[in-house]
């Protein structure tokens, strides 16, 4: 039963990020490694109004959101040069971002998030730890106008 229903669920460790200039213009974008993505996700805010003499509760309303989640980006640091090391917290991106899930065999399911034109909020290194022997995790927060879907 559980092989049965493995095929009906996309795994979490399969994903490709990719970057370009516009997604519409038919440019490919390269392929960016990540070990973790996380802030995926779009929540709807709403508002209470009270109104004198309707006793069953207040009415909700939906008001646009104010604010999104960051996208939080984590990937093992690497020994060369990459365009990555330019981004500095204040800089827009000006260009998309791209995340495919992948299923088990590789290939890309229907399952794609958009995020465009993002600012960078933050950059973070791990501790450096002589005494460890983990690797060197650099991390960077995203703010976006919303993920598309």
Same mark, same amino acid.
């Given at each position: 039963?559980?092989?049965?229903?493995?095929?009906?669920?996309?795994?979490?460790?399969?994903?490709?990020?990719?970057?370009?200039?516009?997604?519409?213009?038919?440019?490919?974008?390269?392929?960016?490694?990540?070990?973790?993505?996380?802030?995926?996700?779009?929540?709807?805010?709403?508002?209470?109004?009270?109104?004198?003499?309707?006793?069953?509760?207040?009415?909700?309303?939906?008001?646009?959101?104010?604010?999104?989640?960051?996208?939080?980006?984590?990937?093992?640091?690497?020994?060369?040069?990459?365009?990555?090391?330019?981004?500095?917290?204040?800089?827009?991106?000006?260009?998309? /971002?791209?995340?495919?899930?992948?299923?088990?065999?590789?290939?890309?399911?229907? &399952?794609?998030?958009?995020?465009? =034109? @993002? $600012?960078?909020?933050?950059?973070? /290194?791990?501790?450096?730890?002589?005494?460890?022997?983990?690797?060197?995790?650099? &991390?960077?927060?995203?703010?976006? =106008? @919303? $993920?598309?879907?």
């Amino acid at each position: 039963m559980t092989d049965i229903l493995r095929g009906h669920y996309a795994s979490d460790f399969r994903f490709h990020v990719l970057t370009g200039i516009s997604p519409f213009a038919g440019i490919p974008g390269s392929d960016i490694c990540f070990s973790r993505i996380s802030g995926i996700g779009s929540t709807a805010e709403s508002e209470e109004i009270a109104e004198g003499g309707r006793n069953s509760g207040p009415h909700l309303l939906s008001v646009p959101a104010k604010r999104h989640t960051p996208l939080v980006l984590e990937r093992g640091v690497l020994p060369v040069s990459h365009w990555m090391y330019r981004l500095k917290p204040g800089m827009r991106l000006g260009t998309w /971002l791209q995340i495919i899930v992948m299923d088990e065999s590789g290939l890309p399911t229907s &399952r794609q998030f958009w995020i465009e =034109d @993002g $600012i960078v909020t933050k950059w973070e /290194l791990s501790d450096l730890n002589a005494l460890g022997n983990s690797i060197l995790i650099e &991390r960077m927060e995203i703010l976006h =106008d @919303g $993920i598309n879907y």
